[in-house]
């Protein structure tokens, strides 16, 4: 109860990321770095990752625009969704969001749009040019981490467990809120990515669940993350703590609505592994997991949100289940 005060208060602890200079450091240092992100909060800050500030300011204006309109109309739109980016599937609590998702295999609905010009750039935008940079800095990070000892890929899982251009792409608004924190703009949830790649601006509202002694230590707090003008923001996702066999953890994160007379948005991509790649444990490596391919993993997660209106994710497919004491 304390921690949701501060929360709606705005007086949570933030949390000081690890900062990743994505082209200056060598590759030897950023695996060392990237891997002791993993391995402590899963979450980080990269600086140089090369993406034109023009192309987000650019992309954040479109997305504006469109969501914008009336409400009758740009429920129209490809790829709309408010309470929840679960799109057809009925959630047990909707989020005060709205927003915009492309899928990668997505094709052009401008036809189908109500205002076929706005969305028609809009996805040009998404998928010609800012796709392109988040599978690419994605790719980095990843190739960064595979060689590393808790992963230690060979090169048929390098080219599996990251599907090259599979990543889906979601605009979120988070509308101001009154009275100011009586609602999440999103849930505590973990992305069922490999890795996420998250592009905000300065409102502020993200926070991440921090626990103490490791990824299921018994004493947990949520922190304030602060943002950063001109960075991004990387957390990891289910696939890669799965993949490393719970070296590297999935991080547990909310979103808090913005105060009356502001509006939050950030823009997200999810790289995911191929539909077919099975993902097995290191084989140096303690078995956490039993194998299970990513097409498993998404249908189970579809159908326990069906069946309960919640997500249970990796849970599913634990070998052992040790309580939170004596892990």
């Not at 909060?41 to 034109?52: D, E, I, K, M, S």
């Not at 069906?306 to 599913?316: C, D, F, P, Q």
Request: a negative charge.
């Amino acid at each position: 109860m304390e921690q949701q005060a501060a929360a709606r208060e705005g007086k949570l602890e933030e949390l000081e990321l690890p900062t990743l200079d994505l082209e200056h450091e060598s590759s030897s240092s950023l695996t060392e770095q990237l891997a002791a992100a993993c391995r402590d909060a899963g979450v980080f800050r990269l600086v140089n990752h090369g993406v034109p500030g023009d192309l987000t300011a650019r992309l954040f204006r479109l997305t504006r625009q469109l969501l914008d309109m009336d409400p009758a109309e740009k429920a129209k739109l490809p790829g709309y969704f408010w309470g929840t980016p679960a799109l057809s599937l009925r959630v047990k609590e909707l989020n005060w969001v709205e927003g915009l998702h492309v899928a990668p295999d997505a094709h052009d609905a401008s036809g189908d749009s109500p205002d076929g010009g706005a969305y028609s750039a809009f996805r040009q935008v998404v998928t010609a040019e800012y796709v392109a940079h988040m599978a690419r800095i994605a790719r980095k990070l990843f190739d960064a981490l595979a060689g590393g000892e808790e992963l230690a890929l060979d090169a048929a899982q390098r080219a599996s467990y990251l599907e090259e251009h599979g990543g889906t792409f979601r605009a979120y608004r988070y509308p101001a809120c009154d009275p100011a924190g009586q609602h999440l703009g999103m849930e505590p949830h973990t992305d069922s990515s490999v890795l996420s790649i998250l592009n905000m601006d300065l409102v502020g509202g993200l926070q991440v669940l921090r626990r103490d002694g490791g990824a299921d230590g018994p004493i947990s707090r949520w922190c304030a993350v602060r943002p950063v003008e001109g960075t991004l923001v990387v957390n990891l996702g289910d696939m890669m703590q799965a993949m490393s066999g719970d070296a590297y953890r999935s991080v547990e994160h909310r979103v808090v609505a913005p105060p009356t007379g502001t509006e939050r948005m950030s823009l997200c991509y999810f790289a995911f592994p191929q539909d077919d790649a099975v993902i097995v444990p290191n084989p140096g490596k303690e078995e956490r997991y039993r194998a299970f391919s990513y097409r498993e993993f998404r249908e189970q997660v579809q159908a326990d949100i069906k069946a309960t209106g919640a997500k249970v994710g990796l849970a599913r497919f634990r070998i052992q289940y040790p309580s939170p004491a004596t892990q």
